[in-house]
């Protein structure tokens, strides 16, 4: 599977070594943007690297990507290159105490029109990748769109990002829905986010709790 990006000048010279099973990935999904999902995918990976395992963060958003440009990097758009090459190094990178990202591309008719059987190839290749790493975090694209849900599938866990917004709540249990029908074998595990308290953070949960 190829990519739109070109090859990173300052990405590390080594390669995390090779794993006998791959990683395992966390898809971070939202039913709406707007919820703090992307953030929530970046501080993630920057945890996972900073308790030692080597990460990778990926912009799955297929048009609307925005992970290159919340973490201050600008990759440059020069054709297609193999996933492995597209790979950009933060603070270091996987092998340098940092996590790597592989970056989408932002406002791409090309990336977000693909058709199922390049995303399922697209899933298939971040698969492979994540034998060089210990853990994956997959940032999708917020809403039940077919492409997003394909790579959700890919997914061991999907982290639904969610506030107390009626929007919120409601188009978040209408992914965990569409994902039990599509991937039944992805485990949903809700985190709320801009909660003001504790309390109020557990209200939201318990309403969509009994709403699932």
Request: hydrophobic share 45%.
């Amino acid at each position: 599977m190829s990519f739109m990006l070109r090859k990173s000048q300052d990405r590390p010279q080594a390669r995390p070594t090779p794993r006998v099973a791959p990683a395992s990935i966390i898809a971070v999904a939202s039913g709406k943007g707007g919820v703090g999902k992307t953030f929530m995918a970046i501080t993630l990976a920057s945890a996972f690297a900073q308790a030692g395992k080597r990460t990778l963060l990926v912009d799955g958003d297929l048009g609307l990507a925005n992970v290159d440009v919340q973490l201050g990097i600008a990759p440059e758009i020069a054709g297609w290159v193999e996933l492995d090459d597209a790979v950009t190094p933060v603070d270091g990178g996987a092998a340098g105490g940092g996590f790597d990202v592989l970056p989408g591309r932002s406002g791409s008719g090309a990336l977000a029109e693909l058709p199922p059987e390049e995303v399922a190839r697209l899933a298939a290749g971040l698969s492979a990748l994540a034998l060089q790493y210990d853990q994956v975090v997959l940032d999708l694209g917020a809403g039940i769109e077919a492409n997003c849900m394909r790579l959700a599938r890919a997914a061991d866990k999907a982290l639904m990002v969610i506030t107390d917004e009626p929007t919120s709540m409601t188009d978040a249990y209408a992914f965990i829905k569409v994902l039990r029908g599509y991937a039944p074998n992805v485990e949903p595990v809700i985190c709320i986010n801009q909660a003001d308290t504790r309390a109020a953070g557990q209200r939201t949960y318990e309403a969509i709790a009994r709403a699932c």
